[in-house]
Structure formats: C-alpha cells, structure tokens
C-alpha cells in the first residue's frame, strides 16, 4: 500500500513498530522529524531448498512466517501476499508467499544472520518514468551552497489573453540544488533559492499542469523586485482544432496509426496500466478504461480516481477514443484496466497488480515505472506473468542513465523514447531536450532517454499530447510516453495478427516472446549515433500487422472521403486541374490553380524530398502565375503536364491533359486508368476523358502493373507489383484482382491508397496529419 499505511498484525488492529513505540507523541504538540523504519519483503525460500524447522523449532511453512514476525516486537506487520502454483505445465518454480513488514535495517540483518534461509529484500518505492527534473541539469554541482546568501523570485504565469495559469510547477536550476514552487490560482508563484543571485541562476523551467506549452529559458534575466512574467503557448496553437476535432498525436503518427482502417482497433484484446489509474469521466477515456482494482487506497472504485494524471496520460495514448474529438488511441476498443499502485507505489504492490493481471488474463501491461534498484522477487513475478502469456511493455527511464529496473529484465520490452522536430514550439522544455545527431525526418533521441543493450525499441516520448484531468490535454515528456504506444500497438498485433489466432493462441511464454518479435520485426531503424540509445528502432502498425490488413473491406462512406480526400490533395499539390463549372477563382486558395496558372504553388511541396522517376524536374514545382516552361504544355484548365517521368502503365493524367515529352501524345487512358474526377464526390472517380468507363464504386485498377518504388526496379516493401489491384500494406502477390476485373470498393480503395502513397513519397503531396485514415 502507500507509505502512509497503518502497519497491521494478523488480526487486522495497528500497532506501532518496536522502533516507533518510545516515539509517540502527544496529539497536541509538535511530532518530532525522526528516520522512518524501512519496509522489507521476508519471503519463504523454494520448497525443496526450504528448511523443516526456524530458529525456534516450529514447522516454517507460510503461517508459520507470518507467526515469527506477528511475534517479533521489532517488526510491523502489514500484509501477506500468497504464494501462487503458477500455471499447470508453465514449467518455472512456483512463487513464494510473501510477508511485508516495517523494521529497521539494523533488525533486518539480524534476521538475516538468524535465519539465512529467509529471502529479505527492501520494498522499494518505483518513481514514474517521465522527466523529474530540469532539462541539462541532471545532478547538483558538489559544492555546498553559503547559507548566508538567499535570492527570492516571484512569476506571474499567465496565458496570452492575460488569464492566470494556476497549477504550474515553476523550477529554478543554479550552481547549486535546484528549487521550485507552484503557482496558485492567481497564477502567482514565489521561489526562494539558498546561495543563489539573479546571475548564477543557469535556467528556469515552467510546465503548465494542463492546455499549455512549457517554457524553457536558459540565463534568464530575473529581476528580485519585481515579478517575473512567464506566457506560455496554448497547446491549441501548436495542435490545431484540439480539442474540438479528433487528432492523432504525432507519435501515432510516426507509428502510421492514422493510415491503419478503422476496422482494427484491438477488438478482444485485453491491456491493464499499471500505474496512478484513469480519470475515466474524461470525453477521451468515458467507456474507455472499464475494469480496476485500487491497490493505493482499497477503494472499490478508486482505480477510476487519477490525482497524479500519470495514468491518464498513458490511458490516452493507448486507447483514447476514436469518436470524433480529442486524441485517438492505439487500441479504442480493447478491454483497459487501470491497476492503481501511486501515488507510494512499492515492489510489493506492483506484484500484486501482475497478480491481479494474471487472474484477469490480461494480454499486455504497461508498465510507465522503474527503479534503480532490482527486485529478485518482482522478476520472479514477471516471469510468472510471462509463462502464463501475459506481455510487459517497460519503459526504460528517464534520468539519463542506464536503463531502470525491471527494463533491465530479458523477460520483458524496453522502451526508450525518441522526439521529432517540428512537433513542439522553440523555448519550451521538450526544445531543451534535443540532442544530435537528428535524422532526415526529424527525428532525434532526448537527453533524458536512458539507454542501454536492455532497449528492444523506441518510440515517440517528447512533447507527447494526451488527455489528463479533468477533461484537458497536456503533452509530456518521457519514456512513461513511449511504452504506451508500443503497449497500444502490442494490442492490436494480439487482436489482429493471425499468428495469435493459431499457431500462437495458447497463452504461455512463446505467445510473449512470438509478439515481441513481430513488433522488434516491424521497426524502422533509426540512425541516431548509438544503438543502446534506440534498439530495433521506431515499431510499424502497418508492418506489424501484415497480412491483417487483408481481411478488411472499407466502407462506401470511407473509400468516397478517401476519394475527396485525395483529389482535394492532388488539386493543391497541382496535379491535377479543377473542372471550369467547379473553379472559381475568386475562392481559391493559395495552392489551387485558377487562369493563367500553369501548376501549383510552390509552398504546396515544401519541404519533402523528390522521388527518382516521379513530379516535376530538378524537384521544383511551378509558380503561381508563371508562363509556361520548356517542356510543360498549358491545358484548357491551366493544368501543366511536367516533362521527364514517364507515365505509369495505362495511366494518363486527369481532364484530358495533353503528354509532354516523354509520354506518348493523344494516347488514349488504356484499359486501366488512375485517374482523379473533376471534383466528383461520388465513391467511385469517372476516369477523365472517356465518361463511359465508369470505375464501380471505386476507380478500377486492373491489368495495370504500377512502377515500384523500391531499389533496382524492385516492389517497394509491402507493395505488389503483379497484375491487379494494388494493396497498401499487402505482401506482393497478395489479395490481387485478376485482369480486367473491377471490384468496386476493394479496387477502389487499392488504386487510392497506392496512388497516395506513391504521390506523398514522391514529395507531390504534403504528408497528411489528424485528417483520419488514408489507408
């Protein structure tokens, strides 16, 4: 239980402990600041290496334990976890009952030397695994700071509209220890700094509880008479339409969670975070997170009670409701179980929530915690959950060190966490955390990742936005934020992938290590300087999954947004020209083409690489406004055809564009055609040119042989280069049209996603965030 637990003997009544009882003191007076007694975990040793009788004689089975330290003045008694038989032909040793008592360390070693054939082990606090303090600033310098120098700084946190920021935890880092305070509802905070000037303070960090960005200065200026202001940014400024409209956080994103069908959202899995519960009455968990149990507290419901917000945090990213507003979770419609072990959560509590998972066949844990102290006994239970079928998804710490226990286990998945540029506005705390070398896409590892041969993956951990209390978003930094989306991704592969429907649905040890090694399978590898910092790399949806993807049949309503989608972003890239009924040029938007225009706006591509074979030459699109260039020819829409690429098999551009160089002039769209239609938002796209040979429900794809996109003419990876329908995610060969066939929505939403991708690969379309699933 929490370090503020009554200690209670075998009949349930509290007692002090031997160490305590001389220092009672009156109700009324001061209580006197004394060393607390330490907890301990006095286990039973393996039957066959457990001696027949204790010091005094008596039969040491279980009872007999609890007896000997219910009778030893010296040591408070509070609970006893069981001993468990583990599951039948599991193999592995049984667990051993376990009795956690308060004594000191003196008394703990003279049990030890009376009975060494006791295990004794401290019940050690864990800590979260996000950010605890300053960026940069890891460890206090060694110098003692002169007691007779002090330097008080008051701030003013405030938003933009000049409305008061309460709840922010303001924290000031100098030569010496670092100080902080939090600000109150007037948004007002006093800091108060032990042989520290307004010069040698080296920074000030300021985290909003909720809503807001934090704020990172190095040397401030602080001024010791006046207040000090502090404005941070709305997290709506930097995530649009949050939390009005439904978003992917970018580490989804990063994981192609946004491009996964809406049909495989774990369905039957079962996860359970352990950590400081869920506020399920916020819009993003209601329904969400179901089943609990409230080992902090006792509470029948208190599992359902966040004060920490850690746990709701984590709650978000893995299962956030996919219902139209706020952040979309990995697995919207699994089965959670919040097991609340914090705020005082303890080894011993975290073995009875693994107890707790066990019993309830949950399929993967969450484990956002650590320590930097092992536990014979905690490994002993993670075994126990594995050989029982039950993953723990660890994260790997955040203290810059080595990588925390029980991340250090081979038994489970480490996590550690990587950040990306542009996801997060300059000046804030998540800025600080850059560190080199950064990757093409942006992608960087933080300072505060720890690191280590023990890290299997890694995955999005800075500037992480997800759902805290009461109904708000905050985005964090962590490897607490990275081993849910890999928690979240672990439960679609059980829910989904086929492997777990067969070969591996029994649930013991090789159901776990089979699942860790489709998500290390599916990772992206990640060039940042040291493999310790990133494992296998950033894990897949779409490659994890595999052939599951297969299985789906999209909506009509689905493949017509996708067919909107997609033309309205072939229009702004300047692929293709709107019809003259639907162009009016006094509405037009900065990248879409109106008279007198030959292509799209620069801005429109800005900032993707340009694809061998594929968009406009030398990878510059045209200007607005521009005459026609050598090698573009104007079309009655103003529509230019670039010169160079040559044209994909039966494929011809939309609106019934002339071919430049390199194309074959007047050809007619062949027997397959990819074409978008002039705006039609209908589900399937009328090839251009020829309104006779409608598509079905969905623009037909067959007899067409797309270029491949990979190295050396060969397919790109999950890409099929055979006659037929193109797959996105498919294996080649796979789920393929015959020719000539047209399979309305299947052959539609084929040609769509392999037409989006290539064009986004190719740097033609700007990538796609928050706008629901393209496939």
Request: aromatic share 4%; net charge negative; hydrophobic share 40%.
């Amino acid at each position: 239980m929490t370090t503020d637990d009554k200690p209670k003997n075998g009949s349930g009544q509290s007692r002090p402990t031997g160490a305590n009882r001389s220092r009672q003191t009156s109700r009324q007076g001061p209580q006197p600041v004394l060393p607390r007694p330490l907890r301990y975990m006095v286990a039973l040793p393996p039957p066959q290496a457990r001696p027949q009788a204790g010091a005094t004689g008596a039969v040491l089975d279980a009872d007999g334990l609890l007896r000997l330290l219910e009778g030893d003045p010296e040591v408070g008694v509070r609970r006893r976890l069981p001993a468990r038989s583990g599951e039948p032909g599991a193999g592995g040793r049984p667990f051993p009952s376990v009795v956690v008592v308060d004594m000191t360390a003196e008394h703990a070693a003279e049990l030890r030397r009376r009975l060494p054939q006791l295990h004794i082990e401290r019940d050690r606090l864990l800590t979260y695994s996000e950010v605890p303090v300053p960026p940069r600033r890891r460890k206090p310098a060694p110098a003692a700071p002169p007691l007779g120098i002090e330097s008080t700084f008051a701030f003013l946190v405030r938003d933009s509209a000049g409305a008061p920021v309460p709840g922010a935890v303001v924290v000031l880092t100098g030569s010496g220890l670092p100080a902080q305070a939090v600000t109150g509802p007037d948004g007002r905070a006093t800091v108060t700094m032990a042989g520290e000037t307004a010069e040698s303070i080296v920074s000030v960090l300021v985290t909003p509880r909720s809503g807001h960005w934090s704020v990172y200065v190095e040397r401030p200026a602080l001024s010791s008479s006046r207040e000090n202001l502090i404005e941070p940014e709305t997290l709506s400024e930097g995530l649009e339409g949050l939390p009005g409209r439904q978003v992917f956080g970018w580490g989804q994103t990063a994981m192609d969670l946004d491009r996964l069908p809406r049909a495989l959202r774990g369905a039957g899995a079962k996860i359970a975070i352990i950590d400081s519960g869920a506020a399920t009455e916020h819009p993003d968990l209601i329904g969400q997170v179901t089943c609990g149990i409230d080992l902090a507290g006792g509470k029948p419901d208190g599992w359902a009670d966040d004060t920490a917000h850690h746990g709701s945090h984590c709650a978000g990213i893995i299962a956030g409701g996919d219902d139209g507003r706020g952040i979309v979770g990995f697995a919207a419609e699994a089965e959670v179980h919040a097991c609340k072990i914090f705020p005082g959560g303890r080894f011993s509590d975290l073995i009875e929530a693994l107890d707790y998972c066990i019993d309830q066949r949950i399929d993967v844990i969450n484990l956002s915690l650590g320590s930097r102290h092992p536990s014979r006994l905690v490994a002993a239970k993670i075994d126990e959950a594995r050989r029982a079928g039950v993953a723990c998804v660890v994260a790997a710490g955040s203290d810059g060190g080595s990588v925390c226990f029980p991340g250090t286990l081979p038994t489970v998945l480490t996590v550690a966490a990587i950040g990306k540029l542009g996801t997060f506005p300059d000046g804030t705390g998540h800025a600080a955390e850059v560190r080199g070398p950064v990757t093409g896409e942006g992608y960087f590892s933080p300072l505060f990742t720890c690191r280590g041969p023990e890290v299997d993956v890694c995955a999005p951990g800075v500037a992480v936005p997800s759902c805290v209390p009461p109904g708000t978003y905050a985005a964090w930094d962590g490897t607490s934020m990275a081993a849910p989306h890999v928690t979240g991704l672990a439960a679609l592969v059980l829910a989904h992938h086929e492997d777990f429907r067969h070969a591996y649905v029994r649930r013991d040890a090789r159901r776990v290590d089979r699942l860790f090694h489709v998500i290390r399978s599916s990772c992206q590898a990640l060039d940042l300087g040291d493999p310790y910092r990133t494992g296998a790399g950033l894990p897949n949806v779409l490659r994890a999954l595999g052939p599951a993807l297969t299985q789906v049949t999209p909506q009509p309503e689905e493949v017509r947004r996708w067919s909107v989608e997609l033309t309205a972003e072939m229009v702004l890239a300047g692929l293709t020209a709107l019809g003259p009924a639907q162009a009016d040029p006094n509405q037009m938007g900065p990248n879409q083409m109106g008279p007198n225009q030959v292509g799209a706006d620069q801005t429109g591509g800005a900032g993707h690489a340009q694809a061998a074979g594929a968009g406009p030459a030398a990878g510059t699109a045209p200007m607005n406004g521009y005459a026609p260039q050598d090698g573009f020819a104007p079309s009655p829409a103003g529509m230019a055809v670039m010169n160079g690429p040559a044209q994909v098999d039966g494929m011809m551009p939309a609106n019934g564009l002339p071919a430049g160089p390199g194309r074959t002039p007047g050809a007619a769209a062949g027997p397959s055609v990819l074409a978008a239609s002039n705006g039609s938002d209908a589900a399937g796209a009328v090839p251009a040119g020829d309104p006779e040979r409608a598509a079905g429900d969905g623009a037909g794809a067959a007899n067409a042989t797309p270029a491949a996109s990979g190295a050396d003419g060969a397919p790109a990876p999950g890409v099929t280069a055979e006659t037929g329908a193109i797959f996105d995610g498919v294996p080649g060969g796979a789920a393929t049209v015959g020719g000539g066939a047209h399979d309305g929505l299947r052959d539609g939403t084929a040609a769509l996603a392999w037409l989006a991708r290539e064009m986004g690969a190719a740097g033609l379309i700007a990538g796609r965030r928050g706008a629901g699933p393209l496939l």
